[in-house]
């Protein structure tokens, strides 16, 4: 029976993000799943020209409760391990990744570039623009569209102004405000001092929204020595990381620790 991957996407993003590391990853014999947050269902290019109503209605709750159904009916509740799915998640969705996690859902949990949990922060300026520019209270629930400028400029600053403009026509969606102001509250808490799946943390060098220290921050926060937790920093990577150039050697880096981890399991099962 296939391993099952569900890969949950983050902010400004859409399933169409994870299109190359769904076909890696059955190319190597897994079951890839890639659901959509409420109000992401379809191609990027239309729902930047027309935003679902109530787009800016939409809370971290909601997601958290769409993902969760998913990765339910993946198996998350089954008692054997081996049968709970592999979740891979971006930004946002690394944070729901470490939630679910956290909720004994998972098999392995890989978080890129995530959100941290527990209102963690660093002191660092593109980071705390980028926060208050999104959760500015004085927008209200209007959503936060992205422009190709501020794409290139915040998502995926390590591409050339050409690379960035086909990133952003081929993946870009605008989002809630609301996501990220969930995500600096009660919804976003986890107990990182409890019993956990292993959990492998990556960041990009250059990430301008969610800096590589954060992500050190985060892995180094889970206190249990009894369960893995592994840091990987990739040089030259924005928080476009799963598809800009070289997305490859993450990818094949995030394989090979699964394969590694996946024997382990195995072995303590038999």
Partial sequence: MKKTIVFIHGMFQNPKS???WILYFTARGFNCIAPAWPSHVGDPAQL?????AGLGDLM???VISAMESTIRAAGGLNED??????????????LLTQIFVNRNLASLGIAISPVAPNMMMTFDWPFFKNVAAIT?????DQPFKQTVESFHKNFCNTLSEQHARLAYEETATHDSRNILRGCLGSSAYIELDTPHVPLLFISGKEDQIIPHELVEKNSKAYT???FRVEYREFANRSHYICGEQGWEE?????FEWMEMQLSQVSKTSV
Avoid: T
């Fill in 60 to 62: 971290l709750d909601d």
């Fill in 18 to 20: 994870w299109e190359k």
């Fill in 250 to 254: 993450v990818a094949m880096q995030v």
């Fill in 81 to 94: 391990i081996n049968e709970k799915p592999i979740l891979i998640g971006h930004s946002v969705g690394g």
């Fill in 48 to 52: 930047r020209a027309n935003p679902p």
């Fill in 224 to 226: 249990d020595e009894n």
């Fill in 136 to 140: 500015n209270p004085f927008k209200g």
